[in-house]
């Protein structure tokens, strides 16, 4: 890397280990945590429920999110059906209720699953911010190893704690297959 | 159950060894599972395969034409029985298409882990029949290019469609279906796209698998949120895929029709479903595993556990068929006594009995391990199955109609070429996408795979790790 000091060069997003295994990721992020730092995220080629406790990510509004959905779903769905066949177009169909509750019940629990599915899935990227088309870890070309069989572990300058040199010195004790600085 | 009892100890991992074959890695299960896309030569099958689903599609192309042209005459139907082939194959095919939300969905939620490796093309197998099967009721309406008035919307003709009609609850069940099979799909395949984009080696391959993957790269932040939304939407999907098939049973039960009228209906119809798409999967997946080499993937231990899906919703099926002729008699009615009889002994008996074979009689070959494991008994037996619940559908739609109240309203189906012609065409729809499928996505869920190779497994200790102070 550069010997310019270290004022002169231009900021990073953070500073990126390599991990072949995901059990050497985990203590990583503990060995980090307890070190102190905060601002941090791990990438892994699979969902792995100790990576996400180990940074202290717990629950998400999802689940509130979802029921918001479709909560929505049915008052929609049987607010259709009830608007039209009660207010907009009244029609006599064999003698039944214009408020026919039970025939209107498959298609109130249609459209419950469809909005409660809708939201789970917008909900998701959104809060995770997808679509985006750029990010800056993405720089880094042994990154897209993150897809494959690697273990990443990012942390990022806007820690506290961060410094580019006593931060490598850190992460290099934590031997992992390689370190670099992630560019913005 | 039967993956529990191959959960033994198997090094550090707690995986059971049948689901995935020896020596697989992160890298092998990824790189083998992304070159049939990315780098593999295409197999000269693959070519065979969707030339001859090409040419059926053409001929769907030509049946659609003439449908346009000349207008629902052209098939054999006509009133009393007005619903014939094109119910007959709607069901079929939306049958077939439950198989993949049961695989990823209830499957899913009973932690079985054995469907990693067939959810994703189970899922495809449910978009693309469901595409077939919601064909049928749009060609049916004699004046398809007038189908949106199935749709509520404020229109000049100051008129809404009646929400009391089982024929528009299939509407919404028909589409709500489709989007969510497809949300789910999608959703499932948003990492793999992230591992085709980081993997491909053309240009144009990164851009259009890094659009598809929306940017995608790992976060532990974004796995937490995406497996909630995974959750949640199986637990979504698992009570939709129960409401369709009812609702489309309901299309025949809520009618007085002798032989529809019944309420044995809709759990019939739910386990004929699972069972005729079972029954699809495993026609697909023996083939598919032997032309790419994906034993290791879709092992003998998935076969079996099908087989014996297959095997158990083939007996509920079996105790449809008995319930239906057993309350046909002990109802008293003497129509639906009739009909009954009119289906067993009358012009269609060949088709029932035909069915009785495929359904009850040849699935009870599955009880013995020795069918389960042979591979083209297997094969054969799903085919059949196929075959008996397209001709479950066909006794049930098309003997009730042609048999009820008055004999003046008796009249014998008989089916045209064009008939023929339709469904072979959507047979040729149904594999041109998936061919297509096949190889331009990734088949089986990668990233769900590299959780069960063995080196995934996480030490019970992580204390033991050497500590490195700051």
Redesign the interface.
Known sequence: MSTRPAAIRPPIYGLLAEFS????L??AI??AR???YRRM????????????EE?G?HG?S??LI?LIGGIVGLCAGYG??YW??VI??P?N?GG?PFN?LI??I??T???T??F???S??L???A??G??????P??NVPR???????RFFLCIEATDPMFDRELTRR?LE??VPRSVAEVDH | MSVETGRKSYGVSDVPPAIIGPGQTFETVTDRISQVVLTRKTPRGWFIGLGISLMLLMVFVMSLGMLLAYGTGIWGLNIPVGWAFDIVNFVWWVGIAHAGTLISAILLLLRQEWRTSINRFAEAMTLFAVSCAGLYPLMHLGRPWLAYWLLPYPNTMGMWPNFRSPLLWDVFAISTYASVSFLFWYTGLIPDLATLRDRSPSLVGRKIYGILAMGWRGSARHWQRYETAYLLLAGLSTPLVVSVHTIVSFDFAVSVIPGWHATIFPPYFVAGAIFSGFAMVVTLSIPIRKFYDLEDFITAKHLDNMARVMLATGLIVAYGYTMEAFMAWYSGNVYERYMMWARMFGHFAPAYWALVLCNILIPQLMWFKRVRSNLPALWVISIVVNVGMWLERYVIVVTSLSRDFLPSSWFKFVPTFWDWSTFVGTLGLFFTLLFLFIRVLPMISIFEMRALVPEAALKEDLQDTPEVSR
């Open positions: 295994d995901p059990n050497e985990i203590a503990r060995q307890a070190g102190g995220d791990a990438y892994t080629p699979y969902p792995i429920e100790e990576v996400s940074l990510v998400n999802l689940p979802v259709l059906q039209a066949s907009e177009y029609l169909v039944r026919s025939s209107f498959p298609i629990f249609e459209t699953v469809l409660a599915a809708l789970a899935v909900g998701m990227l809060l995770n997808l679509p985006m088309p750029y990010h870890v993405f990154f897209a190893l993150a897809s494959r069989d850190f004790r934590l």
